[in-house]
């Protein structure tokens, strides 16, 4: 019976025994992390043939010296590989150091600071920046703004990408709106890939500030959990036939496909974007490591060598993500209690709970050994206007710990809700 259906003392007896398992499961001192989408331990054993290139292996194929300083954007053939991955041209890439996410706060700084291109002024002359903020969304990406002092306003998601009605509305409207984040394939958390016409409508906007860009973070681009995958169409090509090249920015990493903390990060652009951002990173660094540029590329070799690759991370991760929503349509959906997506990739499951009861269900959880990401944290400020939505993050438990750790979940959710009904009746 749904809990919505149970009148007051079917839910008080309900509560009960819920309470009863809940403190079963309290007692066994249990310590589970779920709480941030970090790759498992084997999943990183999968790279560790990249450390056999790690010899006497240092010359580039135009015969750079790797060891030395130099190549500000990056050795000819890691530009190749992105190329491939991305579909833009060589020159439309610069070669980062390790985390396409501190590409995206120096991006930002400088925006503050120095404009860009185009720009009449930096940002931070002016009395207001704002950003567009799909939600709900990472929450690093709102930590930068935020951090920066940048004014964030949510847009919601649709099923096929972000509320474009409002977001052309805004950005048509508001010169002080400078940006907008974009996750676009299997959005972190919610999973969604942006549909052709999202992309689309993204590279015809007409925004009121000149010095408006797209942040596409690309994070997910090759993470797929089977061959049946999303695919979404190249936003720099369609901004450049909608005559709006220099609007976007894209950023992509192999943080997730190598190292997290030693992988290959990278920005693109329109050539012009990318001279800009060379002129102003010529300050800032001689060179990244070019030398983990080399290695990373001496193992992947192409792009057929990542897509091989990240199967056999799909064959580690895809279990999980079925445990999840295993335990999910089993105990939560004859419920009426939850809502949740079933993506295709990435790293993600977005839980939205009944309104009112995320913060008390991170709660419990936490109190029955099971750490999960804040409630409130895909918002801005942490904000959650419903208090609904819980980012359950698969990949770094195994799946034993996995399904020990939805079993209290579920019982979570439950009480929760339990709780929520019983208060309104």
Not at 260 to 284: H, M, R, Y
Not at 342 to 357: E, K, V
Not at 391 to 408: C, F, G, K, Q, S
Request: charged share 25%.
């Amino acid at each position: 019976m749904r809990y919505t259906e149970m009148n007051k003392e079917q839910l008080a007896a309900e509560k009960e025994r819920l309470e009863q398992q809940f403190n079963e499961y309290k007692a066994k001192g249990l310590k589970l992390d779920m709480s941030r989408g970090k790759p498992s331990p084997d999943q990183l054993d999968l790279s560790m043939e990249i450390m056999d290139h790690y010899g006497n292996e240092y010359v580039s194929e135009n015969g750079i010296d790797c060891r030395n300083y130099g190549i500000l954007d990056g050795i000819p053939e890691a530009k190749a590989i992105f190329s491939e991955m991305l579909e833009v041209s060589s020159e439309q890439i610069i070669i980062g150091g390790n985390s396409s996410l501190q590409l995206m706060y120096d991006f930002v700084i400088r925006a503050l600071q120095l404009g860009v291109l185009g720009s009449e002024k930096p940002w931070c002359k002016y009395d207001k920046v704002k950003f567009l903020c799909p939600v709900p969304g990472y929450d690093r990406h709102f930590a930068i703004c935020e951090s920066l002092g940048i004014e964030m306003i949510n847009i919601d998601y649709k099923s096929d990408g972000p509320d474009m009605d409002e977001v052309e509305r805004l950005v048509s409207s508001d010169e002080s709106i400078k940006g907008i984040w974009c996750v676009p394939m299997y959005s972190n958390p919610t999973g969604i890939s942006y549909s052709d016409e999202v992309v689309r409508r993204f590279a015809m906007l007409k925004p009121a500030a000149k010095d408006f860009r797209i942040l596409w973070d690309n994070a997910y681009c090759v993470h797929h959990l089977s061959d049946e995958h999303d695919k979404i169409i190249n936003i720099i090509e369609e901004c450049e036939k909608a005559g709006n090249p220099d609007m976007v920015v894209e950023f992509a990493s192999t943080s997730k496909i190598s190292f997290p903390g030693s992988g290959v990060a990278v920005i693109a652009a329109s050539k012009a974007n990318i001279d800009f951002i060379k002129s102003q990173l010529t300050f800032q660094t001689i060179g990244y490591d070019k030398l983990n540029q080399l290695h990373h590329v001496q193992y992947f070799r192409d792009i057929n060598g990542i897509m091989e690759h990240m199967k056999r991370h799909a064959a580690i991760v895809k279990p999980k993500f079925d445990a999840v929503l295993s335990a999910l349509d089993r105990e939560i959906a004859p419920l009426g209690i939850g809502e949740w997506n079933s993506p295709r990739g990435g790293y993600f499951i977005s839980f939205d709970s009944l309104d009112g009861c995320a913060k008390r269900i991170v709660g419990l959880a936490k109190d029955a050994g099971v750490v999960m990401t804040g409630a409130g944290a895909t918002y801005p400020y942490c904000r959650d206007p419903r208090d609904s939505n819980i980012r359950i993050a698969p990949t770094y438990p195994t799946v034993d710990e996995l399904n020990l750790a939805m079993e209290i979940f579920c019982i979570c959710v439950k009480l929760a809700s339990v709780e929520k009904l019983l208060g309104e009746k």
